[in-house]
């Protein structure tokens, strides 16, 4: 309300800014006007009455050629006496060739006499002005047989003129006035409708909406002000978050004391399909491995901190061998804290849920990143399968009627409703960790009424940004009957009630001491000689990273060509720049990730030979997994981090490159159809899908002064280290903890007024 009311008093402000100057602009161009209307209009009534004067004297030449020689004094006076009806013409006289008034009307001013025209042969002035008023006298010779018989002098009133032209000026103003208020009223609804558009522009960048789609819906350009805007927003966050957060920032500590205060204890499920620690035979005997996953990085920590159950897909190729008879086992494998719980499927069951339904159809449906989705009946049924085998399996491990159940990722839609059906007091809060589409997009998925009930189960789903949140309220509207709340961003559906939000992901700021102590090897400098080393390139050579899972959705394929043309464009960088690129394979039974491979695999080879430099080549491809400390290494010794995902729901390198910059400097450069662009306004944006651009970025990352390289990394480091995963899991469940306490409230309520309302049902 408050809002509107300046909004309002602020469009009156604003509209008075385009009404005044116009209106005296107007004012000033008719002040101009009026005179030149004046003169222009008494030129006219002149000419005019010079016309008529001419046709009057015409029209006596002959009765007056007869009469003066007679010397007709009464018939003449008689002619004088009718033309003068004409309530015009003033006075007639007639003057004979001596120049004496010989016949006049009564009206004929004295004053007047003959014209005598003056020695000098100018001719006398036709307007005149006496006492009777302004005059216009006009003569004309009179020709008898015998030549001239005198002169005849008309003289028409002028007053009539004067009238017509205080109109015509009143008219003019009028239209001036006119014009002013039709301009100024369509100069207020343009202002108007203009304001509206970037009000609403603006309000689409807070909610997270992509900015050139919501600048065009408004009709109005705001990207001059998006990073403007964004710095503010920065800033408010900031002093919120000191408000709300202070004095500690987000700890393993804190999460865990909120879990002790606000949800009394209670026990957290987590469910996923990817789990954080694998086991497998290699040549060592059973070593473990943690996958190359966004999700575990992120969640990982949380349940370090929380204990509780984890509830994965058992894809290790020892992992059967290394849990307990219910299918268990303590991690972290050198410090355990919570408990792992495998579940184990067949081979087609991986096909269908795993690889068929959810990344041939879901996958490339949410990222819209121009690969077509998949949908087979027979997925979906392997789908709808192992979602009820793992909320099954979360039912046997929750050890109250009430846990707190995470689930995790688009693996798993219907199991928030499944979960909901076998323990109908758990809060459940699911996260999807990739985009949600438009809803004409998702509208795709033959079984998208299945997919948006099963997450209605939830008591809270969480997107990484607002604009996502926005997408999924919207498909919703679009394809169940249910009750959406916009303001408060709730779904109510078949009673219950899920509150959508945002929660952007992050990770877990690393302790210099426990998670990665500081020597010569670790240093930046130690790193920087021991990557250079390893991958034979020179200790001057300037290196970019770029680490992904081998995936059609990051944007390899354009990494390279950006690459290509930055060479093209800056020669001197040949055998001077190399690109490390770590893609970790992913999904490679799938023919779309295979073929993705190939042409990886044949675009560097093509980039490296047009562009010869031995060793210190452009691109260094190395398709192979890397483990946590590894990638931390390349992190360290790069000068230019690459994140160039056609659309990812946060990109998780960008922040963990971020995290590892302990010396400040480094550039990120960022896609900006990744949630981190909504967050690391520091890095350097591109649009993927535009070469050149790219290009230009990696080539200004590359030659960044050290002093701009530290200003942006200390200020996205600062971001990366209060914005943590520990705040991203505190968030959610605190949500959590409000609405199970609002819960508890309402089902008291509705104990104690049972009575009453049976009572008056009897009565
Ligand atoms: O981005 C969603 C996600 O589940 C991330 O956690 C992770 O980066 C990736 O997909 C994992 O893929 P997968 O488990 O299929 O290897």
Known sequence: ???????????????????????????????????????????????????????????????????????????ILQLFDRAIRDERLY?????????????????????????????????????????????????????GDNGSLGRLILVHDMSFIEHRSAEARLYVLALFGVLTMVISLISVVVAHLSWRGWINAVKGMLRGERTPNAASAGQVDIQPLVGDLHAMLRELNLERRVLVDSPQLWTPDKLRS?????????????VSNREPYLHVHSEQGITVHRPASGLVTAVEPV??????????????????????????????????SYTLRRIWLSKEEEAGYYYGFSNEGLWPLCHIAHVRPVFRSADWEYYVAINRRFAEAVVAEARTDDPVVLVQDYHFALVPRMVRELLPKATIITF????????????????RAEILEGLLGSTILGFHTPFHCKNFLETVDRYLETRIEHEASTISYGGELTQVASYPISIAWPDSVADSPIDA?????????????????????????????????????????????????????????????????????????????TRVRSLAARINERFP????????????????????????????????????????????????????????????????ARELHEALIVNPYHIE??????????????????DRMRSMRVLVRDFNVFRWAGHMLLDAARLRRRERIMTKIRAHSRPYLRRAAAS
């Open 1 to 75: 309300m408050l809002l509107r009311k300046i909004l309002s008093l602020r469009l009156f402000r604003l509209s008075l800014r385009f009404i005044l100057p116009l209106a005296l602009a107007l004012g000033l161009f008719a002040f101009a006007v009026v005179p030149l209307v004046d003169s222009l209009t008494l030129h006219w009534f002149v000419k005019d009455l010079d016309i008529r004067s001419q046709s009057l004297a015409n029209a006596m030449q002959d009765p007056l050629a007869e009469y003066v020689p007679l010397n007709a004094r009464d018939r």
């Open 432 to 447: 999807w960790h990739i985009p949600w589409p438009n809803p004409e997009s998702f509208g795709i998925c033959p079984w």
């Open 303 to 336: 349940m370090r901190a929380c204990s509780g159950t984890w509830i994965a897909h058992g894809s290790g190729s020892a992992d059967r061998e290394t849990v307990d008879r219910q299918d268990r086992v303590a991690v972290p494998p050198d410090k355990p």
């Open 91 to 143: 006075a007639i006289a007639f003057c004979d060739n001596r120049g004496r008034v010989v016949y006049q009307t009564l009206t004929y001013p004295k004053a007047l006499g003959c014209r005598e025209a003056p020695p000098d042969g100018r001719p006398l002035p036709a307007q005149v002005n006496l006492a009777q008023g302004s005059l216009h006298v006009a003569e004309r010779t009179i020709e």
């Open 613 to 676: 430099a031995g060793a210190q080549s452009p691109i260094l491809l190395k398709i192979e997994q890397f483990d946590t400390s590894q990638v931390n290494r390349y992190y360290r010794a790069a000068d230019v981090c690459l994140v160039t995902s056609l659309h990812d729901g946060m990109n998780l390198v960008a922040k963990e490159f971020i995290a590892s910059r302990d010396d400040e400097l480094g550039v990120l450069v960022l896609s900006q159809f990744t949630g981190a």
């Open 521 to 597: 090897v670790t240093s930046v400098a130690g790193c920087r000689r021991s990557v250079r080393d390893q991958c034979g390139l020179s200790h001057q050579q300037l290196v970019a990273i770029g680490i992904d899972r081998l995936d059609y959705t990051k944007g390899i394929i354009e990494r390279f060509e950006a690459i290509e043309r930055m060479l093209e464009l800056h020669p001197d960088m040949v055998g001077r720049f190399t690109l490390v690129q770590i893609a970790a394979p992913s999904r490679s039974s799938l023919e779309e990730y295979q073929s993705l491979e």
């Open 258 to 270: 909120l879990l002790h205060d606000e949800l009394a204890g209670d026990e957290v499920l987590v």
């Open 693 to 710: 651009q790219s290009a230009d970025a990696i080539y200004r990352a590359l030659v960044m002064p050290a002093a701009e390289q530290r």
